[in-house]
């Protein structure tokens, strides 16, 4: 059974806290969500003819397999219905927006979308990319080139972590004076 350990200390009697994971608990989640979705690559004919949303639910109901209750799909944030929320106690703690792989255009625009769920709190964002053309080197290439180029990156801050997963650190929505850390991942659907 997966365990998420919180940074939320116990709340003393006059300051409320906010609900939180640490950039460990939230690297463990996102590993599992890119390892899970990885065995859509391994038969992408029983997946690809799905569209987004049903892939979207395929994914919550894992999750909440593995941390039960946690985890909602078309969920209210901000200023729309984000694909997947991640809740934790009282809040939401993680915001995951599912796309279908359209060029470097509609990167930058899942982005902005992305950004769009996120709230002054949110620390951490995931972007997910179905792809179900083949070329997904040249996919990432592109999409890597739209991260850099998006209008709220912050130089340098690019990280490969595997070939078809990146961070990169962007300028909150809401604070210039504060980033939010977004992962791509990205999965193969091709045939």
């Given at each position: 059974e997966r365990q998420l350990r919180t940074v939320v200390k116990k709340p003393s009697k006059n300051v409320p806290t906010d609900p939180s994971l640490s950039r460990d608990d939230v690297n463990g989640l996102v590993d599992f969500i890119d390892q899970y979705l990885k065995q859509f690559e391994v038969s992408p004919k029983a997946y690809s003819d799905r569209d987004e949303e049903p892939l979207r639910d395929i994914l919550v109901g894992m999750m909440n397999a593995n941390y039960p209750g946690s985890t909602t799909g078309e969920t209210f944030s901000k200023l729309g219905k984000t694909d997947i929320s991640f809740r934790l106690d009282s809040g939401h703690v993680l915001i995951c927006e599912c796309k279908f792989w359209g060029g470097a255009v509609g990167y930058g625009l899942a982005l902005d979308q992305l950004f769009s769920y996120l709230t002054w709190r949110h620390n951490y964002g995931v972007l997910i990319h179905f792809s179900k053309l083949k070329g997904m080197t040249r996919a990432i290439s592109e999409a890597s080139r739209a991260i850099v180029e998006h209008g709220s990156y912050t130089?340098?801050?690019?990280?490969?972590?595997?070939?078809?997963?990146l961070s990169s650190q962007h300028i909150h929505p809401q604070d210039p004076d504060k980033t939010v850390e977004v992962f791509h991942l990205f999965i193969d659907m091709s045939y």
């Open positions: 130089v340098e801050t690019l990280s490969i972590t595997t070939e078809t997963r």
